[in-house]
């Protein structure tokens, strides 16, 4: 079994963006902007910060306040869109319940959607055409081919289908040639479409819930849970991580696999809407 190193992965990408960045003529510029006060966001939002001062882009973050209405939003994101400093822009999710997160991916410009969550993004993706895709997805997607993972003709089984990962995973996968097959909630046995799995990806928020029994012998196993476990102390995946790295070929942790991956790949996107 060998262990896909996040970690390693995402320095090595950090290294040739930093190498990238002193060729650019335009420098890039992140705006981040974010509503109300959702802890988990802060945090997220630091991150990005953090790795954009260390690969010297511009960062500005916009805080709106958690009682703005739809247009006053909409109306940053326009300025934001005409603004020719500013090359990327992200709205951190989530926004407040009483705000429409479709429209407002919608407004941002599709050549500064550097999550490509507009709609514009979204079909291009799915329709196999180069855009920017949505961070997570994309990240696994060099994961798999540091570790020169073919997909090609693959079985592949994508557990989930979020519109951040599971969805945007399927799609990518289909267009590098895989054969795609999409779980979710409602899938009737699970186990005998994972079983079938020559690379399965699990995003579905439940710890350690593909236990070894539903996974092939040999199988590339792409784990991009992030569940914290207050009994346990710990931040687990969606795989029983232990049961099932005896059986599979690849694997990667939970933490210190996807996760540092998604930033990376964010920080790429960023850099490419200033190329
Ligand atoms: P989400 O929006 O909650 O979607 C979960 C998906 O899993 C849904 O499609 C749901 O099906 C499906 N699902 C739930 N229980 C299932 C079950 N028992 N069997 C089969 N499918 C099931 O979650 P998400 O945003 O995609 O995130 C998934 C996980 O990835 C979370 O742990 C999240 O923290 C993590 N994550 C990690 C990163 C990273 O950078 N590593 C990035 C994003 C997310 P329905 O559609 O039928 O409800």
């Known amino acids: 079994m060998i262990l896909i190193d996040g970690k390693v992965i995402s320095q ?7 190498r990238k960045m002193n060729t650019l003529i335009k420098k ?23 790795m954009c001062e260390e ?10 306040d958690e009682d703005i209405q739809q247009e006053d939003l909409l109306g940053l994101i ?13 709205l951190q999710s989530p926004i407040p319940y009483h705000l429409n997160i479709l429209e407002a991916f919608k407004a941002i410009s599709p050549e500064k959607d550097v999550d490509g969550f507009n709609p514009l993004n979204v079909g291009k993706l799915a329709i196999g055409q180069q855009t920017y895709a ?9 994961l798999l081919s540091e570790y020169n993972i073919n997909v090609e003709g693959k079985n592949c089984v994508v557990v989930g289908r979020s519109n951040i990962v599971g969805r945007p995973m399927a799609q990518l996968l289909l267009n590098a040639n895989g054969t795609v097959t999409v779980c979710h909630s ?24 593909i236990t070894a029994d539903m996974v092939k012998e040999g199988a590339v196993v792409i784990d991009v849970g992030i569940n914290r476990v207050s009994y346990m102390k710990k931040i687990v995946g969606d795989v029983d991580f232990e049961n099932v790295k005896r059986k599979c070929s690849y694997i ?24």
């Not at 090595?12 to 963006?17: P, R, V, Y």
């Not at 690969?55 to 709106?64: K, V």
């Not at 949505?134 to 060099?142: F, N, S, V």
């Open 12 to 18: 090595k990408i950090k290294n040739d963006l930093k």
């Open 186 to 209: 409602k899938t009737k046995d699970l186990k005998k479409i994972t079983m079938e799995a020559d690379i399965l990806v699990v995003a579905i928020g439940r710890p350690g819930y």
């Open 28 to 50: 890039p510029s992140l705006a981040v902007i974010r509503v109300g006060e959702d802890d988990a966001s802060k945090i997220y939002i630091d991150l990005k910060r953090k």
């Open 78 to 90: 326009h300025r934001l869109n005409a603004d020719e400093e500013t090359t990327a822009i992200l």
């Open 134 to 142: 949505p961070c997570t997805p994309l990240g696994i997607m060099k």
């Open 55 to 64: 690969l010297g882009i511009i960062f500005t973050e916009y805080h709106l």
């Open 252 to 275: 990667t942790p939970v933490p210190g696999g996807v996760g540092p991956m998604t930033i990376i790949t964010l920080m790429e996107n960023v850099i490419k809407t200033a190329e």
